[in-house]
């Protein structure tokens, strides 16, 4: 089974539709207009082709926004994140086939603190789409009149979630748990579990907690995440996996010593290896984040932070410890070789000794460009891109 992780920067339905241009003359309208839809062109299909290249069976967005709500309610389907949700998965179907679905997203965290970014409020909820060719939605809520419950009477989506979900399913995620209140606070972000089984045998389950760790206190979410009262079943596998916000990318740095302590027992941590490029800054673990375009180079394009993981716990059942892996997925530099590069050139063209290509050309909307963290540089040339996110997405084998 194959599930794959990515924290899309502010993730909403502006990331991958373009924006019309108002405000300035005729000619410089249609301009910008015609900019931002490339833009967002280039956005979408690096996010399709790579959840295509990766055989993803299951793919989370982490950090999509949200609308004002309580943790656990249903996500404003016309708010940016979820809608966009709902168009990447129309977007899904095109390319990859009508078996895609989404569980509709649950807000993560309250209204109470939230996200403060330029001095806007607002909450986050985690999109999870699978391919019910290979895997089907379990739950572990279900749907109800007033919004997803533990118990109750089944009640059928409405409205935009009547179309992301198979016609017969009442089933929801949840971000709930059993006397635990806070991660670490009680208004953090919470995890999203999302439960699945595979359609092929042997039949095992996964239950999915998606994580967006709290930005300041990392460590001590992941603690909170460790009290989870987590039941071992032979053919099931618990796969806690995101963005922990705790950087494990060194084995004496103190990010990685709190995971090792946090997970002392039952649970195996997946990090991703190292990334081989021709100057391999990262021995230990690869690295997870990038830069902006305009900061990056050929040689310089990631940061020296891995925080984008996942801790695992297998059932009797549920297979081979050895033979599950977590790949961080970087087209700059075409690791893994088999999923292939989102540039037009290969990061070799760049460095080469003779004749390199300029790195403007690298940082354009045709190679990192759209790929690195968002940078919005009105001086900047046309070509520069918004980016898509300052994490690589992980791939999980389990």
Same mark, same amino acid.
């Given at each position: ?28 309208? +249609? ?11 280039a956005?979408l299909?690096?996010?399709?082709s790579?959840?295509?290249r ?11 926004r ?11 389907? @016309? ?27 649950? !807000?993560?965290n ?11 409020r607002?909450t ?13 939605f ?16 089944p ?18 995620g ?31 389950t ?10 300041a206190?990392g460590? !001590? ?25 705790v ?6 740095g ?9 997970? @002392?027992?039952?649970f ?6 190292? =990334?081989q490029?021709?100057?391999?800054r ?16 050929? #040689? ?6 891995? +925080?984008?993981f ?18 961080a ?7 893994? @070789? !088999? =999923? ?6 290969? +990061? ?8 390199p ?13 759209? =790929? #690195?963290?968002p ?11 918004d ?12």
């Amino acid at each position: 089974m194959k599930v794959l992780v990515w924290n899309i920067k502010f993730f909403s339905s502006s990331r991958i539709v373009g924006q019309t241009a108002t405000g300035y003359a005729e000619a410089e309208n +249609l301009s910008r207009t015609k900019n931002d839809a490339a833009r967002a062109l280039a956005t979408l299909s690096y996010i399709v082709s790579t959840v295509r290249r990766t055989a993803a069976d299951v793919f989370v967005v982490v950090e999509p926004r949200a609308s004002a709500g309580e943790p656990g309610t249903l996500a404003d389907s @016309s708010s940016g994140g979820p809608a966009g949700l709902i168009l990447l998965l129309a977007h899904l179907r095109s390319m990859l086939g009508n078996t895609w679905y989404l569980v509709p997203p649950q !807000r993560i965290n309250s209204t109470q603190i939230d996200i403060i970014d330029g001095g806007s409020r607002y909450t986050e909820c985690i999109g999870v789409f699978w391919n019910s060719k290979n895997v089907t939605f379990t739950g572990p809520w279900i749907n109800t009149a007033t919004g997803p419950a533990a118990a109750g009477t089944p009640a059928a989506y409405t409205g935009a979630y009547a179309n992301v979900v198979p016609a017969d399913s009442t089933w929801a995620g949840t971000t709930s748990f059993a006397d635990i209140t806070g991660f670490p606070d009680p208004t953090s972000r919470r995890p999203f579990l999302t439960t699945f089984t595979e359609v092929a045998a042997p039949q095992r389950t996964l239950e999915l907690y998606s994580v967006h760790c709290d930005t300041a206190n990392g460590a !001590r979410a992941a603690d909170a995440i460790r009290r989870i009262g987590f039941v071992d079943a032979a053919k099931k596998i618990i796969l806690i996996a995101g963005d922990f916000n705790v950087d494990v990318s060194a084995p004496t740095g103190s990010g990685y010593l709190s995971m090792n302590s946090t997970f @002392s027992k039952g649970f195996a941590k997946l990090y991703p290896g190292p =990334i081989q490029t021709f100057y391999n800054r990262f021995p230990q673990f690869g690295p997870t984040m990038l830069r902006r375009g305009p900061d990056a180079t050929p #040689g310089n394009y990631s940061k020296n932070e891995t +925080l984008d993981f996942a801790l695992i716990h297998l059932g009797a059942e549920a297979g081979n410890i050895d033979n599950c892996l977590c790949e961080a997925i970087d087209r700059v530099a075409q690791t893994p @070789s !088999r =999923i292939g590069r989102a540039m037009s050139y290969a +990061l070799s063209d760049f460095t080469r000794g003779d004749n390199p290509i300029p790195v403007d050309r690298f940082r354009d909307r045709f190679n990192f460009g759209k =790929i #690195g963290t968002p940078a919005g540089i009105p001086s900047a040339p046309a070509v520069l891109a918004d980016g898509t996110s300052d994490h690589l997405p992980i791939l999980l084998t389990v």
